[in-house]
């Protein structure tokens, strides 16, 4: 996918280096509002919005090959604009904003030959924005206990350098993310997290979510169910924002 992304955005760079990018026509194919604050951001920041547009593209011809191949996969996306928080460079604690950032997230799913799966499950993340901060983030997938069983080292990761597997069971999984060592002083990049699944009902629901540290240090206790994710800051002042939460059923 990353390959197909780069291909796209070079296409696109192109397009807005010769003045034919249509920003408008890209927020359409992206579902998302001109009007909305998501729409209002990407039209103001042509590189956030080329990016998830050649990311989306990317998922799209991805899905499309998968299909091919009879996997019945299928996918949808949600925007979120938050602010990143964390401590001030003054070494003082602060509430300050210090950029508008973006993230988004692609679930794919489709059929499975994983171990006995009868299903996987994609979530595709793209953050963009400046830098991040300890303590390290944390992204949780989840589903009801009667929808899906997660398959035995059915949890996985795909380009996802600065993050690691936290916990896993039947019901869910949990990563942590070092957005502070991943980022820098800016953030342009896209990982995935995932599951094989057990299908277990006819009709399954599953939640993602990206929860952000920021401001301390040492780790977050987390803890995760289907509609309930709870984290809570183990030193210091470090704080904790739910940045995303996306809900499909399939």
């Not at 547009?53 to 990317?58: D, F, M, Q």
Request: hydrophobic share 25%; proline share 2%; with cysteine.
């Amino acid at each position: 996918m990353q390959k197909t992304k780069r291909k796209e955005k070079k296409k696109l760079n192109n397009k807005q280096k010769n003045g034919n990018l249509k920003e408008s026509r890209l927020l359409s194919e992206l579902g998302v509002s001109p009007k909305s604050q998501v729409g209002n951001y990407l039209n103001s920041n042509p590189e956030a919005l080329v990016s998830r547009a050649a990311t989306e593209r990317g998922i799209n011809k991805r899905v499309k090959f998968l299909n091919k191949h009879n996997r019945h996969a299928q996918f949808s996306s949600k925007h979120n604009l938050s602010r990143y928080q964390k401590e001030s460079d003054s070494g003082g604690f602060s509430t300050q904003y210090i950029s508008e950032d973006e993230i988004s997230c692609w679930i794919v799913t489709g059929y499975s030959s994983y171990n006995g799966a009868d299903e996987w499950v994609d979530c595709n993340y793209s953050i963009s924005g400046n830098g991040g901060d300890n303590p390290e983030d944390v992204v949780s997938i989840a589903w009801p206990s009667g929808d899906f069983d997660l398959v035995e080292n059915g949890a996985y990761k795909h380009n996802m350098n600065a993050g690691s597997l936290k916990s896993s069971s039947f019901d869910s999984a949990v990563w942590n993310f070092a957005d502070g060592r991943a980022c820098g002083i800016t953030c342009d990049l896209e990982f995935t997290v995932g599951g094989h699944l057990e299908r277990l009902a006819t009709q399954g629901k599953f939640e993602t979510t990206y929860q952000h540290g920021y401001g301390g240090c040492g780790s977050l206790s987390v803890s995760v169910s289907y509609g309930n994710v709870s984290v809570t800051p183990t030193c210091g002042k470090s704080s904790v924002e739910q940045q995303l939460r996306d809900v499909e059923q399939f």
